[in-house]
Each structure stands twice: as C-alpha cells, then as structure tokens.
C-alpha cells in the first residue's frame, strides 16, 4: 500500500510542481557552471547504493562529504544555493528516486556512501531494512542540528512505529517546517 500511494503522491507531485521543477533548474544553470541536477551515492533499503538526485546547491568543486563536515560550508553555495536549501526545493529531484523506487516520501533520510557512523547505526539498529524518505521523523524532529545517535534513535523509532497515518502525520509536519524554514543550518 505504501509503495502505491508513493506512485501516485509522485505524479501528483510532479505534475503540479512541473513549472516550479523547471525555473529551479534553469535558476541553478544559469547562476553556475556545471549541471542542474547533481547526483550523488545514496545509503538505500539493505544498505544498497543508488544515486539520488538533487537540485545542485553548491558549486561543481565542493568536496563528496557530509555538508556539516566542510569547514565553512557556506563558501561552496552557489548564488542560488542558500535559497534552495532553505526553500527545499533542492530535494524535488527526489520524485524521481520515489518513481524509481530507491526512495518512498517517509523514511530515515538517505546517508552519502562516505557515512560510515550512520550506515553502522543505522545497521545496527536495523534501520537500514526500510526504503529512505524525502523526509522522516528525524527530519521533523531536528533535521540538520541532530547529532547522528539522535538521529538513528529517531529513525528506528520510525521504524518500530511506521504506518500510514504516522506517514501523513510526518508529511504535514513536514509541510510546517519547510515553510517556516526550521531545522535548518545552512
């Protein structure tokens, strides 16, 4: 059933923000060199690899980490970077994985391929059993200022609580919270 309502909050999502989707991109190629899409090595569903893409918000130099672990992170933004973060309208690449089936809208945010503290938690934990989300519990909850075993803690009590309605209770609040622009750090 989840993977239904993925499909079809994908189209509607897609469709609907089609106009939105194509002024980003042509903002993001016309602000910057490089491409408007970047893609980048994905942590999925039994830790499997997929490349998730994203509006590109920093220049085509920065360095494949973690932003939290880039000294000054703010010098890698492009012109347009700052506002994609903080709008999120970075992540609309990301129907695309939902499409695909890499991604499903709720689920513990997707890891880089480098973050190995995450992916062994998350392991650990047994978080990695479950498809990564657009947004989560974690997101909500704290999203870029949560430490990493906050985080986990967060997505496996995802994991021990998931269910439709908690998936529609974490879409709203996440609808709140990219509208206020909470939880973010750059």
Do not use: C
């Not at 939105?20 to 994905?42: C, E, F, N, Q």
């Not at 933004?77 to 809208?105: A, C, H, N, Y």
């Not at 498809?131 to 995802?158: F, S």
């Amino acid at each position: 059933m989840k993977r239904l309502i993925d499909l079809l909050l994908s189209l509607i999502a897609t469709a609907i923000l089609l106009l939105p989707i194509l002024i980003t991109a042509l903002l993001v190629k016309l602000t910057s060199r490089g491409p408007a899409v970047y893609w980048s090595d994905r942590v999925g569903k039994n830790n499997a690899i997929f490349r998730m893409p994203k509006f590109r918000s920093m220049r085509i130099d920065t360095p494949a980490v973690a932003t939290h672990l880039l000294d000054k992170p703010e010098q890698y933004l492009t012109p347009v970077g700052s506002f994609l973060r903080k709008s999120s309208l970075d992540e609309l690449p990301q129907l695309w994985s939902i499409l695909k089936g890499d991604m499903s809208f709720v689920g513990p945010r997707p890891a880089l391929f480098n973050q190995h503290d995450l992916i062994a938690l998350r392991t650990e934990k047994q978080v990695h059993t479950i498809p990564p989300g657009l947004t989560g519990w974690a997101q909500v909850n704290g999203r870029d200022e949560l430490p990493i075993p906050v985080k986990v803690e967060m997505d496996a009590y995802y994991l021990a609580h998931q269910s439709l309605l908690m998936d529609f209770r974490i879409l709203w609040m996440t609808f709140f919270k990219v509208v206020r622009r909470d939880g973010i750090t750059h």
